[in-house]
């Protein structure tokens, strides 16, 4: 009998432990990227969860490259002014300085992420390229990602080649609200071909 109940318990669990990974991915998006360089993408975030990525394929021509990871340390602003171009109207500055990537997320979800050329105390943000029409909107959110392309929060090895990664748990897990800046470097192509992602 007690066999019967420690058999019965063990699969119950083992039950849960397989269904669980699958079950914290609030659907599945895919995202890709391309470019010569540089492979660029950027994940949005959510007040009440964390991005996840389940899996990625990325290729490079470089050797020695690398796919650069960066989330928000806590430091998030909003645009207070409509703004377009180079120049973003913020709440406040503090905490912002030349050379941070940043990322500018609308109310809906769309975000990108640029380079701070220039801080203008208490007022605004320039940025290395402008803003496209969709964003600079008044309440956007604009989260510092990191203080420089140096200051990497994470980065997964690639080099001249393919790389893939998957784990169901996540391949890389962001704090609870904020982004993740995705930055693959290459010579004259690089690409992240696929990235699975959801949140948890």
Request: glycine share 8%.
């Amino acid at each position: 009998m007690k066999r019967t109940k420690i058999i019965s318990a063990l699969a119950a669990i083992t039950a849960v432990l397989l269904c669980a990974p699958a079950l914290a991915f609030e659907g599945a998006l895919t995202a890709h990227a391309a470019g010569t360089t540089e492979a660029s993408l950027v994940l949005p975030a959510d007040n009440n969860a964390r991005t996840a990525v389940a899996a990625l394929n990325v290729t490079s021509d470089k050797a020695g490259s690398k796919l650069s990871v960066y989330w928000s340390d806590g430091t998030i602003t909003s645009v207070d002014q409509a703004s377009s171009s180079t120049t973003l109207y913020v709440a406040a500055t503090t905490g912002f300085a030349e050379n941070n990537l940043i990322a500018v997320q609308t109310a809906g979800g769309a975000v990108i992420y640029r380079t701070v050329s220039g801080v203008s105390a208490g007022e605004s943000l320039t940025l290395s390229t402008a803003l496209p029409s969709t964003h600079g909107n008044v309440g956007d959110a604009v989260y510092l990602l990191a203080a420089a392309s140096t200051n990497t929060d994470a980065e997964i090895p690639v080099g001249a080649a393919d790389k893939e990664l998957t784990n169901r748990l996540g391949v890389i897990i962001g704090p609870k609200d904020s982004p993740l800046l995705f930055i693959l470097d290459g010579t004259s192509a690089c690409a992240v071909n696929y990235l699975t992602w959801g949140f948890k």
